[in-house]
């Protein structure tokens, strides 16, 4: 005896299989789960990378890096450029008959649009003061532009190739008002279809691009925010990338034939920061001693579970003029020998020492580690964890007259991390006396001198050279911070993945990858 | 001190409500271990990290096993109970005074500024009460202290509805009338008469907040509201252990199973106090 469904059954279960089939067999679609939504589409204004994946994605710039190792910079929306003798006048030779999504001609015109938005304050970019030296943008021909700069801006190239120098359609722009936040319209290899806030963003395949197009149909891109269920979504096949694994379900999926796992090297170093601005650490020798104090090796081993390595220097792999360092020595002796040369009788005030907890790879748990080797040298310590939002709220705010002249000034060790791949930018912030994130208060003349001379240097190796040097005072001679760790990034793929690249800022290059 | 103690335990043998006994004795052991914890582990132990022996499974060295840091996990239970006990005790303490003397005052003078304050304490009410305890810890900063002060103001408006209602009717009972007569003082009859009638709610109450603000801090540790590390603390420990659940579930399992037996514990405790105190339900049974 058989059993058969009812004749509408049998053919609604046909046609929804139809229905299914269909759209999987005519394209190819990538879809990538990240921890977090994107915040704005607004290339110039976003500072998270949920955003920069997509709007690298759908935008161009004039220039870019050549490979994610930022070893040198390469033509993109422009062919060409040249220098004027006096180095204040660039003048770019713009791509031919490159097309935004919407149909508006890319020319100088646009060029002088996007880089005003960037400048205009309204704006409200976070990267603005990359571009202050710029004086105006002159579009000459259709495909000629020249930027006048009031003083020679060595790192004008570096800056056209982030985010803040993407090229964005004025048509566009223009019409959509803020709503262009929402709805971006570039040159890139993919084209902006839909963002449902908190669930999807679609981009679909660009078949005008001018440089190497898209080898997917589709990129499908999903936030979820716990990290067991990405693991899951991975498992479950619901998911071709999946970043931010977390270690300890790296080592089960490891095992997991239906996954591959990759660990790229990430910009991202975590450090506490130390206020120098009063005692003890304001003598080096007590930085030296609490950088000698911790053992690096034992944290990346058994706390991030190998994932994560032990820094070399200031600048990890993928920053542009990384100049490896000697590592930091464990060395918990010599550490007390250089504590009781400067405090004979021990120093007997707490150290406070601030951390967050969930913001970077197991921040909290490396903070009372680091807290126990600190006891161990015989420094006495108080702890206090912040929740990140009131935690930069506090760091930052202007205490004038204080040591550090911030909130930071309360605290003598500070937990923070940062992923800028910009050599200059990432040391600027941090070494300039008087720059806004310059927390520690930071103040070495000598650095001051080599970065002053760094921005004006014109020839690419001389102005490196510059950085290598304040990267080596910084980080031997100054130990001006407690380095802790270099994050990698736990990827998680499906195995027919191939060609994912991703820069040290954990942003892919995405028009290569294939399904 | 101890006779009602045993009073009440010979009662519970009686009724032979062996959970209850149990219950105490759970109760019993948290609190001796509450108290005498720096005998059975010394801080050292309970804080010192050593990360070489980090994640170990149970041995004879270590019984419960040591958490990521190398800490000795028996070590840190222990001291994670004399945390949660001090906790518990300061904030029921707490909000026990204020609630009962804001719910007493509010029941006995009912009056516009009465009104008013009742208004206030349904106000907070309104939040829920981990809410409410996040919002103070927020403006306080964390810490022990300010945990503590969090979870008992925000019990406050609890106790303060609950010792009104007695109040209220109460204070139009005959041996109030007849205080009265006799020439007393509203505070001599408020708080020599009428309060001490509520001594029984307090203790039932009293009882089981001790289980919810264990809970409650516990609760708020786990989302890093807690005393700040390296003091132990059991919602702290589940927080940062809990990544580690599929590969050592013992980490977990340590600091979340001693949560779990002393919050039952404390509750079981209290509905069996109920029982015994409160005659109406004895003669139900």
Redesign the interface.
């Known amino acids: 005896m058989t059993h058969t469904f009812p004749k509408s059954v049998r053919i609604a279960a046909v046609m929804i299989a139809a229905a299914l089939a269909l759209p999987a067999a005519a394209e190819t679609t990538l879809r990538w789960v990240e921890g977090s939504d994107a915040d704005t589409l607004d290339p110039q204004v976003q500072r998270s990378r949920p955003s920069q994946i997509i709007t690298d994605a759908v935008f161009d710039t004039l220039v870019k890096w050549k490979d994610t190792q930022l070893s040198e910079i390469v033509p993109d929306l422009a062919e060409s450029w040249s220098l004027s003798p006096d180095n204040l006048k660039w003048t770019f030779k713009l791509r031919k008959g490159v097309k935004f999504h919407d149909g508006t001609p890319f020319n100088a015109e646009a060029v002088k649009f996007n880089i005003e938005k960037v400048l205009d304050p309204k704006t409200g970019s976070p990267n603005r003061s990359l571009f202050a030296g710029i004086e105006k943008v002159v579009p000459v021909d259709e495909n000629t532009v020249v930027f006048e700069t009031s003083k020679p801006m060595a790192t004008l190239l570096e800056a056209l190739a982030g985010s803040q120098g993407a090229m964005a359609s004025p048509t566009a722009v223009r019409k959509l008002g803020k709503d262009a936040a929402r709805n971006p319209v570039g040159t890139g290899a993919f084209v902006f279809k839909e963002w449902i806030p908190n669930e999807r963003i679609v981009l679909a395949r660009n078949p005008d691009y001018f440089g190497e197009k898209a080898k997917v149909d589709v990129f499908h891109y999903r936030p979820v925010p716990e990290g067991g269920a990405r693991v899951i979504e991975l498992e479950s096949g619901n998911a071709d990338i999946v970043t931010n694994i977390p270690p300890e379900a790296a080592a089960r999926l490891k095992s997991n034939p239906k996954v591959r796992l990759e660990v790229m090297p990430s910009t991202f170093q975590i450090v506490f920061e130390i206020n120098a601005a009063r005692p003890p650490f304001n003598d080096v020798r007590m930085r030296k001693a609490i950088n000698l104090a911790v053992d690096r090796k034992a944290i990346v081993e058994k706390i991030l579970g190998g994932y994560g390595t032990v820094p070399d220097g200031l600048f990890p792999v993928g920053v542009q003029g990384r100049v490896p360092q000697k590592p930091w020595d464990y060395n918990p002796l010599e550490a007390k020998r250089l504590v009781k040369e400067v405090f004979p009788n021990g120093y007997n005030e707490k150290i406070v020492i601030w951390a967050t907890n969930g913001r970077y790879a197991k921040d909290r748990a490396v903070a009372e580690a680091v807290q126990g080797y600190l006891n161990e040298i015989g420094l006495q310590t108080e702890f206090r964890v912040w929740e990140w939002a009131s935690y930069q709220k506090e760091l930052y705010l202007a205490k004038p007259g204080q040591g550090t002249g911030k909130g930071s000034n309360a605290a003598h060790l500070w937990m923070l991390g940062t992923s800028i791949q910009d050599a200059d930018w990432r040391l600027r912030r941090k070494v300039m006396p008087g720059d806004g994130a310059n927390l520690t208060g930071y103040n070495n003349p000598k650095v001051t001198e080599l970065m002053n001379k760094a921005v004006t240097t014109m020839d690419y190796k001389e102005r490196m050279g510059y950085y290598a040097q304040v990267q080596k005072i910084f980080w031997e001679e100054d130990a001006a911070w407690l380095f802790l760790f270099n994050q990698v990034q736990i990827i998680g793929m499906n195995p027919a993945v191939k060609n994912l690249r991703m820069y040290g800022i954990e942003v892919p290059i995405l028009n290569t990858v294939s399904k | 001190m101890m006779k009602p103690v045993i009073v009440f335990l010979r009662h519970l043998l009686r009724a032979r409500n062996f959970i209850a006994v149990f219950a105490f004795a759970i109760v019993a052991v948290f609190v001796l271990t509450a108290a005498f914890a720096p005998l059975l582990a010394s801080w050292e132990t309970a ?3 050593v ?2 022996d ?2 170990l499974t149970p041995s004879a060295a270590h019984v419960l096993g040591t958490d ?3 800490r000795d996990l028996l070590a840190r239970v222990v001291w994670g109970a004399r945390v949660s006990l001090l906790v518990a005790v300061v904030s029921v303490a707490v909000s026990l005074v204020a609630g009962v003397a804001i719910g007493a005052l509010c029941g006995y003078y009912e009056n516009r500024l009465t009104d008013f304050v009742m208004r206030c304490m349904d106000f907070m009410l309104a939040f829920p009460r981990i809410l409410l305890a996040i919002m103070l810890i ?1 403006v306080m ?3 022990m202290v300010s945990l503590t002060a969090a979870i008992g103001i925000s019990t406050v408006p609890i106790y303060a509805r609950l010792f009104r209602a007695p109040v209220l009717s109460l204070k139009r009972r005959v041996f109030v009338l007849a205080a009265r007569s006799l020439g007393a003082r509203d505070a001599s009859i408020l708080f020599g008469h009428i309060v001490p009638n509520t001594f029984s709610l307090m203790i039932i109450q009293g009882t089981i907040s001790l289980a919810e603000a264990i809970l409650i801090a516990s609760g708020l540790s786990f989302l ?1 509201l807690g005393p ?3 003091t132990p603390e059991w919602g702290a420990m589940i927080a ?1 252990a809990r ?2 659940i ?2 050592t579930p013992h980490v977990v399992f340590a600091p979340g199973i001693a949560l779990f037996v002393v919050v039952l514990g404390f509750n079981v405790l209290g509905d069996a106090l109920r029982d015994f105190i409160d005659p109406k339900m004895q003669h139900a049974r």
């Open positions: 804080t010192r990290v990360l070489q980090a994640l990521e840091l190398g927020a900063g964390p810490g890093g700040s590390p390296p940062t990544a580690h599929t590969s």
